[in-house]
């Protein structure tokens, strides 16, 4: 790549404190004032590296102290005197799964900083932009015909979400890594609901992200979908959809940026993911301390577990579970196949979601994440019990049971993880709202008590079904996790 080429990157600076296990494990709160005062970056930090990037000709595009981040740009060249990326080449790659063919940057070598910088600055994002998330869905084909699907609204009956809650006085916060929405589409999807109350839906720009329809076939069902499942189960909350780029910075910026606004969001809804592998342990990293900062702020992190079975549509015969589900400050969400009689409001059978065909719900155990304290009680059917195990919990997600939504103006039917993270996501906004106090991190709520090989009180346990290496057993195992929700006893448990 020529040294003329511009770029902008992201520096990523320590905290000015370490977060406390109470923090991290949920248990306590801060605010947003006191966030940033006690564990963003220090002043000073964020003086010396914005006057050393100016020093040697960059421009400092935009600071964050809470976030902890300096955004900078230049040539190539000049980026090279204060981080040095090794070598940086353009490379046409294609998605194993998706087939989608994409140019971008690729770095080899090993990340270099000035020494003055060092123990300050403790990630750089920005030079390498291989995408690294795919959306988690799963689209009926009408050569399937109609089979069996549901309204969310009915889910959210079939799941017994809390009575006399809409999610009114909370924020869902919706990332989303392209596609975008139309205003009027959605008010005509939620008018045909019948909703007493319809979803405020606000969209914001995340660096060169943006709300950009691109077509059914596009990353529009993602976006409309996440929109309309967290909007007809909690109309009442006001949904702010965050936009950014595919990318590793892209990503963690957008998660960022949902996650320290002021005030913050209730719950955060992520669809999007890779095989943890496929991340570096920088990227991991630092998103996985992004999900720190939701935990101390009392923000409830939902994220799709994956479509793909224990082996995440990598063909080597070996599990990998997805990420940003494997973070333990994540609420992993895996899927079902739920097949009931909504108007009747009753269910006749419930199993682990496996198409056969190299479409089921994502679970594992994670190679990157060791097994948070709070998950040693549900033991592991499995054999492996020091690793972070999803997902926590699940949702309908089969597509020949799938969601009745409307994307671009066009009916359709559609499954996957995808829809379970803002199902859930939605959950949480009502399950506040009935407790009049913030959720943060769940599970060492969900968790606290259980026994190995036990059905969990808040859950109805799904006992039926594998997703390729692991197998549904009674207890919280890595297909369905504790299970789908009964919502009105979750409220004993958070």
């Given at each position: 790549?020529?040294?003329?080429?511009?770029?902008?990157v992201?520096?990523?600076?320590?905290?000015?404190?370490?977060?406390?296990?109470s923090?991290v494990?949920?248990?306590?709160?801060?605010?947003?004032?006191?966030?940033?005062?006690?564990?963003?970056?220090?002043?000073?930090?964020?003086?010396?590296v914005?006057?050393?990037?100016?020093?040697?000709?960059?421009?400092?595009?935009?600071?964050?102290?809470?976030?902890?981040?300096?955004?900078?740009?230049?040539t190539?060249?000049?980026?090279?005197?204060?981080v040095?990326?090794?070598?940086?080449?353009?490379?046409q790659?294609?998605d194993?799964?998706?087939?989608?063919?994409?140019e971008?940057?690729?770095?080899?070598?090993?990340l270099?900083?000035?020494?003055?910088w060092?123990?300050?600055?403790?990630?750089?994002?920005?030079?390498?932009?291989?995408?690294?998330?795919?959306?988690?869905?799963?689209?009926?084909?009408?050569?399937?015909?109609?089979?069996?699907?549901?309204?969310?609204?009915?889910?959210g009956?079939?799941?017994?979400f809390?009575?006399?809650?809409?999610?009114?006085?909370?924020?869902?916060?919706?990332?989303?890594?392209?596609?975008?929405?139309?205003?009027?589409?959605?008010?005509?999807?939620?008018?045909?609901?019948?909703?007493?109350?319809?979803?405020?839906?606000?969209?914001v720009?995340?660096?060169?992200?943006?709300?950009?329809?691109?077509?059914?076939?596009?990353?529009?069902?993602?976006?409309?979908?996440?929109?309309?499942?967290?909007?007809?189960?909690?109309?009442?909350?006001?949904?702010?959809?965050?936009?950014?780029?595919?990318?590793?910075?892209?990503?963690?910026?957008?998660?960022?940026?949902?996650?320290?606004?002021?005030?913050?969001?209730?719950?955060?809804?992520?669809?999007?993911g890779?095989?943890?592998?496929?991340?570096?342990?920088?990227?991991?990293?630092?998103?996985?301390?992004?999900?720190?900062?939701?935990?101390?702020?009392?923000?409830?992190?939902?994220?799709?577990?994956?479509?793909?079975?224990?082996?995440?549509?990598?063909r080597?015969?070996r599990?990998h579970?997805?990420?940003?589900?494997?973070?333990?400050?994540?609420?992993?969400?895996?899927?079902?196949?739920?097949?009931?009689?909504?108007?009747?409001?009753?269910?006749?059978?419930?199993?682990?979601?496996?198409?056969?065909?190299?479409?089921?719900?994502?679970?594992?155990?994670?190679?990157?994440f060791?097994?948070?304290?709070?998950?040693?009680?549900?033991?592991?059917?499995?054999?492996?019990?020091?690793?972070?195990?999803?997902?926590?919990?699940?949702?309908?997600?089969d597509?020949?049971?799938?969601?009745?939504?409307?994307?671009?103006?066009?009916?359709?039917?559609?499954?996957?993880?995808?829809?379970v993270?803002?199902?859930?996501?939605?959950?949480?906004?009502?399950?506040?709202?009935?407790?009049?106090?913030?959720?943060?991190?769940?599970?060492?709520?969900?968790?606290?008590?259980?026994?190995?090989?036990?059905?969990?009180?808040?859950?109805?346990?799904?006992?039926d079904?594998?997703?390729?290496?692991?197998?549904?057993?009674t207890?919280?195992?890595?297909?369905?996790g504790?299970?789908?929700?009964?919502?009105?006893?979750?409220?004993?448990?958070?």
């Open positions: 790549m020529d040294d003329a080429q511009q770029i902008d992201t520096l990523v600076l320590r905290r000015r404190e370490e977060l406390p296990k923090l494990e949920g248990s306590d709160t801060v605010s947003t004032e006191e966030f940033a005062e006690r564990y963003g970056a220090n002043p000073d930090d964020i003086d010396l914005c006057r050393t990037a100016e020093d040697h000709g960059l421009t400092v595009l935009k600071t964050d102290p809470a976030a902890r981040k300096v955004e900078i740009a230049g190539l060249g000049q980026l090279r005197t204060v040095d990326p090794g070598r940086l080449t353009w490379v790659s294609t194993p799964v998706t087939g989608k063919s994409t971008h940057r690729h770095r080899d070598g090993t270099q900083i000035l020494p003055e060092n123990g300050i600055v403790t990630g750089v994002f920005g030079f390498d932009d291989r995408p690294q998330a795919r959306p988690h869905l799963h689209r009926r084909d009408a050569a399937e015909g109609d089979g069996i699907s549901y309204s969310p609204v009915q889910l009956e079939l799941y017994d809390p009575p006399q809650t809409d999610g009114t006085g909370r924020t869902i916060a919706i990332v989303e890594l392209g596609g975008g929405f139309e205003q009027e589409n959605l008010k005509d999807y939620f008018t045909g609901l019948g909703l007493p109350t319809r979803p405020s839906v606000t969209a720009s995340v660096g060169h992200g943006q709300n950009a329809p691109d077509g059914p076939q596009g990353d529009d069902g993602e976006v409309q979908l996440d929109i309309e499942v967290a909007g007809a189960l909690a109309p009442g909350a006001q949904q702010i959809v965050y936009f950014g780029g595919k990318d590793d910075r892209g990503f963690i910026d957008t998660v960022s940026a949902a996650v320290h606004a002021n005030p913050p969001p209730t719950a955060v809804s992520i669809s999007w890779k095989p943890e592998e496929a991340w570096t342990p920088q990227g991991r990293r630092e998103m996985d301390e992004v999900f720190m900062d939701a935990a101390a702020l009392g923000v409830t992190v939902c994220a799709a577990a994956g479509d793909h079975g224990a082996s995440d549509g990598v080597d015969g599990p579970p997805d990420f940003p589900a494997t973070s333990p400050h994540v609420l992993a969400c895996g899927g079902t196949r739920l097949e009931a009689d909504a108007r009747t409001r009753t269910i006749d059978s419930e199993t682990v979601w496996n198409n056969r065909d190299g479409w089921a719900s994502g679970g594992g155990y994670s190679t990157a060791a097994r948070p304290s709070w998950q040693a009680s549900a033991g592991s059917p499995d054999g492996v019990t020091r690793r972070r195990g999803i997902p926590d919990v699940a949702g309908d997600a597509r020949g049971t799938g969601y009745e939504v409307v994307i671009d103006g066009q009916e359709a039917v559609i499954g996957g993880t995808s829809a993270a803002p199902l859930w996501a939605a959950l949480a906004a009502r399950l506040s709202e009935s407790k009049n106090r913030r959720l943060g991190l769940m599970q060492p709520q969900l968790y606290a008590g259980i026994t190995p090989g036990e059905t969990v009180v808040g859950f109805r346990d799904i006992t079904g594998d997703i390729g290496t692991y197998q549904a057993a207890g919280w195992d890595a297909c369905t504790l299970g789908v929700p009964v919502g009105t006893e979750l409220l004993a448990r958070v």
